[in-house]
């Protein structure tokens, strides 16, 4: 489980750097305490599976979109940062 964690942290902050440098999703702002914490042992591994960041360009490439999971609760809940930039980052 602790491979798992250190593997999506890798991965978080390689398309953290990603939106800085690739594209135009650098146009995406993101709040600056956001946090990925590493879910409970308990939760099953297809929910914990939800935690981390995607990025993409949502709508045929028209716009930057950022999603990051910050929290996985026991129950299912998930808190999550749903970002989507400005065509041209104008």
């Known amino acids: 489980m602790r491979r798992v964690f250190i593997?999506?942290?890798l991965l978080f902050s390689f398309l953290i750097i990603n939106l800085l440098s690739v594209g135009h999703a650098e146009h995406v702002s993101l709040p600056e305490d956001?946090?990925?914490?590493?879910?409970?042992s308990d939760i099953s591994k297809e929910i914990a599976s939800f935690s981390g960041a995607r990025v993409g360009d949502s709508w045929d490439g028209i716009l930057p979109h950022v999603?990051?999971?910050?929290?996985?609760?026991?129950n299912g809940t998930?808190?999550?940062i749903n970002a989507i930039g400005i065509k041209g980052g104008k």
């Open 7 to 9: 593997i999506q942290i």
């Open 67 to 74: 999603l990051v999971v910050e929290r996985v609760e026991n």
């Open 34 to 40: 956001l946090t990925v914490a590493r879910p409970s």
């Open 78 to 80: 998930l808190s999550v």
